[in-house]
């Protein structure tokens, strides 16, 4: 097992129960994949993006660091990229 970052962008515009109900499919989605998620929390709330992203300003930054096998990963972006809540994603790998 892998230990893993992923940093998300989401879409600003959210409501505070629907930003709940992402955050928790986010997470489950690792857990799924036999990740075992050691943080996971905001990281910046509505912060404004260098470039607008899918015609959006700010987003909300999401960060998870977790371990997983390295098949997971290919699984975890099909994921996230059907999600239209979330604008970008980046998952980097940790060093030991």
């Given at each position: ?66 371990s997983a096998p390295a098949e ?25």
């Open positions: 097992m892998n230990k893993y970052e992923v940093m998300l962008i989401v879409r600003p515009d959210l409501s505070d129960e629907d930003k709940k109900i992402l955050f928790k499919q986010i997470d489950e989605a690792v857990a799924k994949h036999k990740g075992l998620i050691s943080q996971s929390s905001v990281w910046a709330e509505r912060r404004k993006l260098y470039f607008p992203i899918k015609k959006f300003q700010e987003g909300i930054y999401y960060l998870v660091a977790f997971a990963i290919k699984e975890l972006r099909g994921i996230y990229r059907l999600n239209e809540n979330i604008l970008r994603f980046l998952f980097t790998r940790m060093d030991a």
